[in-house]
């Protein structure tokens, strides 16, 4: 079986959860003996095509589209990445194309027209979710219409998420027959080999002895509810003085943030690390005491599911896919999104009864270990490749 597949994100270049998924997917798929052509920008220097078994990976230049115009900065560059795929398309013939998301789908749906294979769409996320419910200026209507436009082409949609099903099955008017849920998923293996380690030192590059490591990962942006986060540290630091909270990532807030912790008098407690390594975020996830995510829209959470599998106990918003992964009381603490007293009352609940926080972080690992592991999910994936191409070989086009 042959894939072509598209993606915006792929190492060196991964932004958030599309990047991590297409990363961990791709060799699952292999594994099993898909063989897949991945195609991929490359915003530095000339296209290289790196070839690892079944795998080849296309990195094809593009110009990094503005932020003045986003959408048609995407759209031009999709096509060069077209161009590159029907160049080795010219060799080599395809059973099923995959796209993931609308960054990439003016490329796919075109590629689909002229080849006549079936196109599958993944959907990570929709703009109207991230303006939660709304459209917000003229590019989010565009992105909307490009990600409708997908939805309609597609033999059939992927999304990550019960949420997500009903989000994408309403936004677009999709048939509910036609969306298939497959999780994201979760690799132990880099927790597993830091777990002999002595890791004493590395906690004390974060946190003095004696303080309580509160750990947050991800996109410093709206969406992701830092701000909810940081307010909340107030309340915390109330009742136990030696919390601190630990954030990573970076984006368009993390200086209105640092502004915010000194505007409260916290600064000495909440610290800001920007972007690190793979390797120090999976140890912050074994040192931690407790990780909160407390996003106001999450199509899913990865980072979540990375945070069970190391074991650590968690805090996530009851919303989106964390509701999915997270079972208030019993893999985790869930908390209303965008509310600091609620965020507040997770955060002591775990510090306060660490007992019962082990207890849920032991039944989140083997969850996360069973029902997320990337076999299972690549052979989902490979059962819905199977059914389209089935069904396309029945079907005069």
Known sequence: MRVLMFSWEYPPHVLGG???????????????GVEVDLITPRFEGPTQVNEEGLLQVHRVYVQRPPDFDFYGGVARANINLAAHARYIAQSRPFDIIHA???LVSFAAVEMKHEHRWPLLATVHATERG???GYLNGEDAHRINSAEWWLTYE??????????????????????????????NGVDPTPFDLWRQSDLRSFRHRFVQNGEKLIL?????????????LVEAMTQVLAEVPEAHLVVVGKGSLLESLRQRTQELGIDDKVTFTGFISNKDRDRLYLIADIAVFPSLYEPFGIVALEAMVAGCPVVVSEVGGLKDVVQHGETGITVHPGDTQSV??????????PDLAQQR????????????SWDRIANQTISIYHRIINERAHITW
């Open 18 to 32: 599309l990047g991590k998924h297409v990363q961990e997917l791709i060799p699952a798929l292999v594994k099993n």
């Open 100 to 102: 993931h998301d609308w």
């Open 130 to 132: 991230r303006g939660r």
């Open 154 to 183: 597609a033999w059939r949609i992927i999304v990550c998420s019960e949420y997500m099903v009903a989000q994408v099955r309403d936004y677009f008017n999709l048939p509910a027959d036609k969306i298939d849920m497959v999780p």
């Open 216 to 228: 947050s990962v991800g996109r410093i942006v709206h969406e992701k509810g830092f701000d909810t």
């Open 344 to 353: 507040a009352w997770g955060i002591l609940h775990v510090l306060q009864h």
């Open 361 to 372: 972080a032991a039944k989140a690992k083997e969850k996360a270990r069973t029902v997320y």
